[in-house]
Each structure stands twice: as structure tokens, then as C-alpha cells.
């Protein structure tokens, strides 16, 4: 039975005075029995690393394919690692898009950062066109096998579907729609790995918001969810790790 992993994404948002209101407002209430993670911008992890109630991960939004060097403006594995921080996003939309990374990129970190010992979210969606056009099966498979590939350490990766056209944007993907390409995913992985397919776990991100959580978390194939906005608000995010009781 996989366990729900319910990830906030706060993207470029928070100052680590900011972080550290956030980590006092959580850490004062009950949660479920769900796994957390909060992906923060690199100067609020040493802040919620101190402050968060240990059973949250924290967690980096990127990290660098290389150990070390003239890399102006990245991070590294063993710099994140020297801070208690062993969990990151890799692949993001906004990374792909914005700062060009492509499949290889993604890979190469992906296979560095497990290497390393890290356990990776690995993003993957469709663009609005991609849909339109009935291609998006065909994309994030391809966005999974070349993310994934040579990867030995799968145990350690998560896969986020995270359809862009439902970043940010309001428009979610219907539970039903989001289920079918978790599954699809899931079959890609059992194809491609055999039986790990069963352990790796499958969320759902794009507009997931408090009063959407329990549908979308209700179903078998989606394990959990990444936020973005409603991540920001700890209050809206607590109502999304408690989950069950909208169920
Ligand atoms: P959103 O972002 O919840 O604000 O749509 C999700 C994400 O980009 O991870």
C-alpha cells in the first residue's frame, strides 16, 4: 500500500522570515497520516529544517547535474546535503520552460541527485496544444522513459504529473482525467521496470486547492499530490493534508 505524499511547491515565494511563520502555523496542528514534503526556495531550507516538526521533508527545487565547479549560480548535491536536505524536485514545467531544460538535462540530474542519495520528484506534463491534439500519451511517456533512463536507484524517484495547461491557472484536470494518465505511468513503469512500478508513487499537480484535494486523492492510482498556490497558505495546505475529512 503506497502511502499519500501530499508536496508543496512554494516556487520563488517566502522569505525565510516568511518560512518561519509558515513552519510555526503547521507545526501547531494535528495532521494525518499522510507523508509531507515542502519544496522551498534554497535560503528558507535551513530555516524550515530548524523550525518544521521533523516528520515534514523539506525539500530543494532543483539541484545542479554537477558535483562542483564553475557553475555560477547552482547548487550542489553535497552543499544541499551538508544542510540535512536529501529530497528534490527535478524537471519542473517552469524549469523546462523558462530555463530550457531538456529531457537530457532533466535526466542527468535525476541520475546525479540519486547517485548522490537524494530522493527525487520527477516532473513530467503536457502542454495545452499536446492535449489538443491527442499527443499527451505519447509525450509523457517519452518525458518518463528519458527522464528515467540509466536511472538505477527507482525506489528513490517519485513522478509528478503535472499537466501544464493546470498550472497556476485554475483549470484542474478532472480527477478522472488525471487518474487515467497515473495510470498510464504506471504501466509505462511496469513495462519499462517490472514490479518497483508497484512502489513508486504517482501525484498529481495543477490547481489542486483544498476543496479539489479529496476527489483527486481518492483515487487508487494517484498517490498523492504537488502544490503550488495553495501550498503558500498554510492553512489552505493543512486542509489539503487532512484530506479525508471533505471525503
Ligand atoms: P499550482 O502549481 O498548484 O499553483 O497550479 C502546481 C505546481 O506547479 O507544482
Same mark, same amino acid.
Given at each position: 500500500m503506497r502511502k499519500k505524499y501530499i508536496c508543496g511547491n512554494w516556487k520563488m515565494n517566502k522569505t525565510p522570515d516568511e518560512a518561519l511563520v509558515f513552519a510555526k502555523e503547521i507545526n501547531?496542528?494535528?495532521?494525518?497520516?499522510?507523508?509531507?514534503?515542502? &519544496? &522551498?526556495?534554497?535560503?528558507?531550507?535551513?530555516?524550515?529544517?530548524?523550525?518544521?516538526?521533523?516528520?515534514?521533508?523539506?525539500?530543494?527545487?532543483?539541484?545542479?547535474?554537477?558535483?562542483?565547479?564553475?557553475?555560477?549560480g547552482e547548487i550542489s548535491t553535497t552543499m544541499l546535503k551538508s544542510m540535512g536536505i536529501n529530497d528534490v524536485i527535478i524537471g519542473h514545467s517552469e524549469r523546462r520552460d523558462i530555463y530550457f531544460e531538456k529531457d537530457y538535462i532533466v535526466n542527468n540530474k535525476v541520475k546525479h541527485a540519486t547517485e548522490e542519495g537524494f530522493d527525487v520528484i520527477l516532473c513530467v506534463g503536457e502542454s495545452l496544444s499536446t492535449r489538443e491534439n491527442n499527443e499527451h500519451f505519447e509525450f509523457v511517456k517519452n518525458q518518463i522513459l528519458e527522464g528515467l533512463?540509466?536511472?538505477?536507484?527507482?525506489?528513490?524517484?517519485?513522478?509528478?504529473?503535472?499537466?501544464?495547461?493546470?498550472?497556476?491557472?485554475?483549470?484542474?484536470?478532472?480527477?478522472?482525467?488525471?487518474?487515467?494518465?497515473?495510470?498510464?505511468?504506471?504501466?509505462?513503469?511496469?513495462?519499462t521496470y517490472g514490479d518497483i512500478a508497484d512502489k513508486i508513487r504517482i501525484l498529481y499537480g495543477g490547481s489542486v486547492k483544498p476543496n479539489? &484535494?479529496?476527489?483527486?486523492?481518492?483515487?487508487?492510482?494517484?498517490?498523492?499530490?504537488?502544490?503550488?498556490?495553495?501550498?503558500?497558505? &498554510?492553512?489552505?495546505?493543512?486542509?489539503?493534508?487532512?484530506?479525508?475529512?471533505?471525503?
Open positions: 501547531e496542528k494535528n495532521l494525518d497520516d499522510v507523508d509531507i514534503l515542502i &519544496a &522551498a526556495p534554497f535560503v528558507d531550507l535551513d530555516i524550515l529544517k530548524k523550525n518544521l516538526n521533523k516528520n515534514i521533508k523539506v525539500a530543494a527545487q532543483n539541484v545542479s547535474e554537477y558535483s562542483d565547479g564553475a557553475y555560477t533512463d540509466d536511472v538505477e536507484e527507482l525506489e528513490q524517484v517519485t513522478i509528478a504529473y503535472e499537466p501544464i495547461w493546470a498550472i497556476g491557472t485554475g483549470n484542474t484536470c478532472s480527477a478522472e482525467d488525471a487518474e487515467k494518465m497515473c495510470e498510464h505511468i504506471r504501466d509505462i513503469l511496469r513495462k479539489n &484535494a479529496a476527489e483527486i486523492l481518492s483515487k487508487d492510482d494517484i498517490d498523492g499530490v504537488l502544490v503550488g498556490g495553495a501550498s503558500l497558505n &498554510a492553512n489552505d495546505f493543512i486542509k489539503i493534508i487532512n484530506y479525508k475529512e471533505n471525503l
